[in-house]
């Protein structure tokens, strides 16, 4: 087992993590170290090659990935030291109030980590099939719209060819555009609710730009197909989002694409025993991000959803300061 000690410890080295911990050094403290999963810095931003990101930051409009490398740059400037291909799997506390962050790779193999403070920035994911009781059998074509996102920017392949999208969620409506620029038919959007849970821009410059239907008040009552997806059973539902009866229609397709919202991901913040928010879905925090345990801070997506990458960056720089305060009150 590898040991080391930090004063500062961030779990995640999305556009959170990499702002609270450019703060942090800022703000004085050296022994920073960002825990990232991934084989890169960036988190989503890495396949999210679409403009309209770093307005308020930069002042200026650029891509996901130019947005992380700006980050990414300043980190490796500063020379924050971060291990990638790491996954973080608990999270203690000890005797003297200081946390103990357990993670592996291949490199140290278990990694053992005392720290005094730590940074949460995990960010969220979507919610699966699972968690929307769509009935039908299990075919191939069933993708999240950030798992087909992935596969188009990063890997280069197309999941279908006739697509039908659920939800009208930021995700979901870029990829109905990015699916027709890559030579697909998509057949519509499906949104549960009585609106669209986009931003405006982005219905009229992915849908109403490419002749997309968005139907409204319409989710998925069937998928149809036993080894892909041959097709979908669309229904009309009412105020409390139940299928009208009779509303029903078929849409024949090989892909379907679910964008039905996005969920915090905090399972290392239940177990280590944090208070949660029913609502957000992200710890409780007083305003200066602090959990319930102290010491702990959340910032970005794994506190709360944002819309705008600016505004997870923007609360993560002062996730970075408090923690860097809450050091420098213990130590007196």
């Not at 039908?136 to 992935?150: E, F, H, K, N, V």
């Not at 280590?272 to 992200?282: I, N, S």
């Not at 720089?317 to 213990?330: F, H, L, P």
């Amino acid at each position: 087992m590898s040991k080391r000690t930090e004063d500062i410890v961030i779990i995640g080295g999305g556009p959170a993590g990499l702002a609270a911990a450019l703060s942090a050094r800022k703000a004085g403290c050296e022994k920073v170290l960002i825990l990232e999963r991934d084989r890169e810095l960036g988190g989503i931003l890495n396949q999210c090659i679409h403009n309209g990101f770093g307005l308020h930051t930069f002042k200026e409009e650029l891509t996901g990935p130019e947005y992380a490398e700006r980050y990414i740059d300043m980190a490796e400037e500063a020379k924050i030291p971060y291990l990638l291909n790491t996954m973080v799997t608990n999270i203690s506390l000890r005797s003297d109030g200081r946390k103990k962050v357990t993670a592996m790779n291949k490199e140290d193999g278990l990694l053992e980590i005392e720290t005094e403070t730590v940074i949460l920035a995990m960010g969220c994911r979507e919610r699966s099939r699972g968690a929307l009781n769509i009935p039908g059998s299990r075919p191939a074509g069933i993708y999240s719209a950030g798992t087909a996102q992935y596969y188009v920017n990063i890997r280069g392949r197309m999941p279908g060819k006739n697509v039908v999208i659920l939800g009208s969620g930021d995700i979901g409506l870029i990829m109905a555009r990015r699916m027709v620029l890559e030579g697909a038919k998509v057949q519509c959007v499906a949104e549960l609710r009585p609106q669209s849970g986009g931003l405006k821009r982005n219905i009229v410059q992915c849908l109403d730009d490419f002749n997309i239907p968005l139907y409204l008040n319409t989710t998925v009552a069937q998928i149809h197909g036993r080894d892909r997806v041959e097709g979908v059973t669309l229904t009309k539902v009412d105020d409390n989002g139940n299928p009208i009866p009779g509303s029903e229609w078929e849409v024949p397709c090989d892909t379907l694409l679910l964008s039905c919202g996005l969920i915090p991901e905090n399972e290392l913040t239940r177990g280590l025993g944090a208070d949660m928010d029913g609502k957000t879905g992200g710890p409780i925090v007083g305003e200066n991000l602090e959990c319930s345990i102290p010491g702990v801070f959340a910032c970005g997506n794994v506190l709360h959803v944002h819309e705008l990458v600016d505004h997870v960056s923007a609360e993560a720089e002062k996730a970075g300061n408090y923690a860097v305060e809450y050091i420098r009150q213990k130590r007196g």
